[in-house]
């Protein structure tokens, strides 16, 4: 059996990144090519064998694994700025950087269910379609993650306004025993 895909990108990083990481799956009976056609970068796998679901599973795989590194925080800093537009753009980037710290921070069942989530949507839609436009992709196609970046960020900014609210206590506090006289 033989299934063809083509992965489309204008990004060269994220090219070059699927190009090595498909390289390195190293399959029997996978032929894969890159070429540049008008605005894209164009990878293309064949692959003919009868396990098509374990190819597929290994592309998308590496496919999450590429949008996790290339996209994660470009998502989260454009739910951020959408959805709390009225924080400083300090504000904004110390939440940008709480989302990173709680991603980073989590274990690794935190990453393979992003992983999954990514996964599974991209095997669903090779099985029925043969090509990919990675930016297409991420705003269109994977919506259960973006809901999970979305209650990351929803938790980073709580933390933030208490972690806000604290400081400016503890600031009163320190003003407050401050003004009193001392009295020995």
Known sequence: MLKSLCIKTKNQNISNYLLDHFRKLDLPNMCLSHSKFKIYENIIIHYKDTNVDFFLKKVSNILADAVIKFYETKSL????????????????????????????????????????????????????????IVDGFVNFRIKDYI??????????????????????????????????????
């Open 77 to 132: 800093n454009k739910i951020i700025t959408s959805n709390y537009f009225y924080f400083t753009d300090i504000e904004q980037r110390k939440i940008l950087t709480l989302c990173q710290e709680c991603l980073n921070n989590s274990n690794l069942t935190h990453y393979a269910a992003k992983k999954d989530i990514i996964s599974s949507s991209s095997e669903e839609y090779f099985a029925n379609n043969k090509s990919l």
């Open 147 to 184: 809901k999970l970046l979305d209650s990351i960020v929803d938790l980073s900014v709580n933390k933030f306004v208490i972690d806000r609210e604290y400081s400016e206590f503890i600031d009163l506090l320190k003003v407050y025993i401050n003004s009193k006289e001392y009295r020995f």
